[in-house]
């Protein structure tokens, strides 16, 4: 297994990575983990190698102010996460992309994103800086994502106005984790600049969309809004619910072993990669 860390350097920081490579000539797959996320969680290692084994090349990395630092699971710089919004995690996305073509990684034909939850955000923004700029992206693969920013409720955005910061805690470490004012900014500007029914409506590739029936933290109307607005605009949008899967289909941090519902996700987006 051609397994080694690639870590890129830009004007906000280091984006730090796993690449898996499946050889020269192989698709390659960026995974864009959501909020919190981070190469190392739960069922993304098991996503690279699953991927491996069907021959496809995979490229996983931490947000620069995402917090956690290489192969920790723990959110050890909190002065950047409080900084952490969608506009540092495009350009992360974005840094990655640039660099397709700087030797690091091998000669991939076909780029493709796959991004879960919030990691649905940079992945459309991304996709259209990226469209703009001429970088091909062959397919994008959005796995639980939601629908808008707009998605705390009014008491914490409130409470997030007063403030100019909201601490939330995080169940699995405990830590209070700062959101910040930019990312405040941005949820406020969900209906405009960070308006994803208009980005999405521009994207021109192959959109998969994919949720669980029993996702505890973003609901099916999501998935519904987003397959309407892409479909609308884009015959190749195709929507899958998985059945019975919750948010991280049926797996944990840390990992305690493959799903029936992580299974049937893969299954599904290896033959969308292989038919595309």
Same mark, same amino acid.
């Given at each position: 297994?051609?397994?080694?860390?690639?870590?890129?350097?830009?004007?906000?920081?280091?984006? /730090?990575?796993?690449?898996?490579?499946?050889?020269?000539?192989?698709?390659?797959?960026?995974?864009? #983990?959501?909020?919190?996320?981070?190469?190392?969680?739960?069922?993304?290692?098991?996503?690279?190698?699953?991927?491996?084994?069907?021959?496809?090349?995979?490229?996983?990395?931490?947000?620069?102010?995402?917090?956690?630092?290489?192969?920790?699971?723990?959110? /050890?710089? &909190? =002065?950047?996460?409080?900084?952490?919004?969608?506009?540092?995690?495009?350009?992360?996305? &974005?840094?990655?992309?640039?660099?397709?073509?700087?030797? @690091?990684?091998?000669?991939?034909?076909?780029?493709?994103?796959?991004?879960?939850?919030?990691?649905?955000?940079?992945?459309?923004?991304? !996709?259209?800086? +990226?469209?703009?700029?001429?970088?091909?992206?062959?397919?994008?693969?959005?796995?639980?994502?939601?629908?808008?920013?707009?998605? %705390?409720?009014?008491?914490?955005?409130?409470? %997030?106005?007063? #403030?100019?910061?909201?601490?939330?805690? #995080?169940?699995?470490?405990?830590?209070?984790?700062?959101?910040?004012? @930019?990312?405040?900014?941005?949820?406020?500007?969900?209906?405009?600049? %960070?308006?994803?029914?208009? +980005?999405?409506?521009?994207?021109?590739?192959?959109?998969?969309?994919?949720?669980?029936?029993?996702? =505890?933290?973003? !609901?099916?109307?999501?998935?519904? *809004?987003?397959? +309407? %607005? *892409?479909?609308?605009? #884009?015959?190749?949008?195709?929507?899958?619910?998985?059945?019975?899967?919750?948010?991280?289909?049926?797996?944990?941090?840390?990992?305690?072993?493959?799903? /029936? +519902?992580?299974? @049937?996700?893969? /299954?599904?987006?290896?033959?969308?990669?292989?038919?595309?």
């Amino acid at each position: 297994m051609q397994k080694q860390k690639l870590s890129f350097k830009h004007q906000n920081g280091t984006v /730090d990575g796993i690449y898996l490579d499946a050889g020269t000539g192989s698709a390659l797959v960026i995974i864009i #983990n959501g909020h919190n996320g981070f190469y190392n969680y739960g069922m993304f290692p098991y996503i690279q190698e699953t991927l491996f084994r069907n021959g496809i090349s995979s490229y996983s990395f931490n947000f620069s102010h995402g917090g956690v630092i290489g192969d920790s699971d723990y959110f /050890d710089d &909190l =002065e950047k996460y409080e900084k952490n919004c969608m506009r540092l995690e495009t350009e992360d996305l &974005l840094s990655v992309l640039h660099h397709l073509k700087s030797g @690091e990684f091998k000669q991939h034909p076909k780029v493709f994103l796959l991004a879960h939850s919030l990691g649905g955000v940079p992945a459309i923004f991304g !996709s259209k800086k +990226a469209q703009e700029e001429h970088i091909k992206i062959d397919g994008i693969i959005l796995v639980s994502t939601i629908k808008s920013l707009d998605f %705390w409720g009014k008491e914490i955005t409130d409470a %997030w106005k007063r #403030n100019l910061v909201y601490f939330k805690k #995080n169940n699995r470490t405990k830590q209070e984790l700062p959101q910040g004012f @930019e990312f405040l900014q941005e949820v406020l500007s969900c209906n405009t600049h %960070w308006n994803i029914e208009t +980005a999405i409506k521009l994207l021109k590739q192959p959109i998969l969309i994919v949720y669980g029936e029993k996702d =505890e933290a973003v !609901s099916k109307d999501h998935a519904e *809004s987003l397959y +309407a %607005w *892409s479909k609308e605009h #884009n015959p190749d949008t195709l929507l899958k619910i998985i059945p019975n899967a919750t948010h991280t289909f049926n797996t944990k941090h840390p990992f305690e072993g493959a799903s /029936d +519902a992580l299974i @049937e996700l893969l /299954d599904l987006v290896v033959n969308w990669i292989q038919k595309h």
